[in-house]
Structures are given as C-alpha cells and as structure tokens.
C-alpha cells in the first residue's frame, strides 16, 4: 500500500464528511448545495475506492465490499435524480448488476467467516457480513422494482435519492467516530460523545425524508 493512496483515502474522508455535514443543513436547490452536492459525491467516490484498495493489501474483506458500497450509492443516488422522472438507463441496469455481484460478495465472504477460524475474517464475524449484506439486499430490491416501474417519479424519486445519499454519510461517520476513535482525543472516546455525530445524519436523514414525503416539492429544489 503506497503513502499516497492512504493520504487520498484520510483527505477523501475528511472532505466527505465536511461536505456532507454541510448539505444536509443548507438549504436544498441553492448553488451552495449544488456545489457542495458535487464535492461530496467526488470525496465519496474516492473514499470508497481507495477504501476498497487499502483493504485488499490489508486482506479486510468487509471493508473491500464496503468501499464498493459507497461508490454503488452515491453513484445510484446521483444518476436517479440527474435523469427525467419515470425514465431508466443502462447506467441503472449496470449498477443492479453491480449490487448483485456486491451481495454475493457478502454471501461469499459470510461463509468463509462462518468456517475460518475463530469463526471470523479479515477481524469480522458472520454476523457482520450477513447484516451488511441484508442491508444491499434491500437496496436491490430497490433497484429491482425502480427498473420494473421503468424509473421513479415525485417523491419517491426524491426519496431514492436522498437515502443513497445519506446512506454512505452514515456509513462514513461510523466509521470514522467508531472505527478510528483511538486516535481521538481520550475525552471524547465515550460512547456518548460518539454516538452525537451518528445520530445527527440519521436525524437529518429522517428529517428531510418524511418533509419530502409529507409536503409539496419541487424537483428542482433537490437537483445535486
């Protein structure tokens, strides 16, 4: 693993996070968020593939599917709002296949945990795999009834778009606040402190989704 790509990976990471953070608050449909939108999309691709890289020369298994979540995500997310409401393209059909292959992943590697010894891999359970995995499953599902549907409308389509976005922002802060916390100052390392920034993007997350699914919106209010 070279310097360069773990130096990407920590820069990613901070900006994604920053941009997030930022988008979720601003107010939607200003040049900020548009702006703001891009950044964060390019920080998670990023992200996720030199997440994916650096975990392959660590041998993490869950962390090389996860990585590829991200990028699956943030790339799902962008292309259901960037194209006409009620339309499909190839692109959305690639990344069906792309997320089933990323399930498999998780069956595969679920069962290697299951008959490893000690009964994880690459530091991780089963059980750690079986609930990502599940997660992907519904994703799937998503991505199934979205081309059965030939494409969302309204607010579903605003709502696809907004959980693939926060879904990696989720992710991200989980892993950052919970995954690196040592080297964190030590006042900080309380599970309670810990739990603050997870539970702000899960609010928000929650938030934004029931505003739109309860109100009037305009399209153009959400455009990344």
């Excluded at 939607?28 to 950044?39: I, P, S």
């Excluded at 339309?87 to 690639?94: A, E, H, M, Q, V």
């Excluded at 000690?118 to 609930?131: D, P, T």
Aim: with cysteine; hydrophobic share 50%; proline share 2%.
């Amino acid at each position: 693993m070279t310097l360069s790509i773990l130096l990407i990976h920590i820069l990613a990471g901070a900006i994604a996070l920053l941009t997030g953070y930022a988008v979720a608050f601003i107010k939607k449909g200003q040049l900020a968020h548009k702006y703001l939108g891009r950044t964060y999309v390019a920080a998670m691709l990023s992200l996720g593939l030199s997440g994916t890289y650096i975990a392959v020369f660590r041998q993490v298994p869950i962390s090389i599917l996860n990585g590829l979540v991200l990028c699956y995500l943030v790339l799902s997310s962008l292309n259901t709002i960037w194209q006409s409401p009620g339309k499909t393209n190839y692109f959305d059909k690639l990344l069906f296949i792309f997320v089933s292959f990323i399930i498999l992943g998780f069956v595969w590697y679920g069962y290697q945990a299951s008959h490893a010894v000690g009964g994880k891999l690459g530091g991780f359970g089963i059980e750690a795999f079986a609930v990502f995995g599940s997660m992907m499953v519904c994703f799937w599902i998503g991505d199934y009834l979205n081309l059965k549907q030939g494409g969302s409308r309204g607010k579903n389509r605003l709502i696809r778009h907004l959980w693939r976005m926060y879904f990696p922002l989720m992710m991200s802060t989980a892993a950052f606040f919970f995954g690196q916390s040592r080297h964190l100052p030590e006042a900080v390392q309380r599970i309670e402190f810990l739990l603050v920034p997870l539970l702000l993007v899960i609010f928000t997350a929650v938030f934004w989704v029931v505003k739109v699914g309860t109100e009037k919106f305009r399209m153009n209010q959400i455009h990344s």
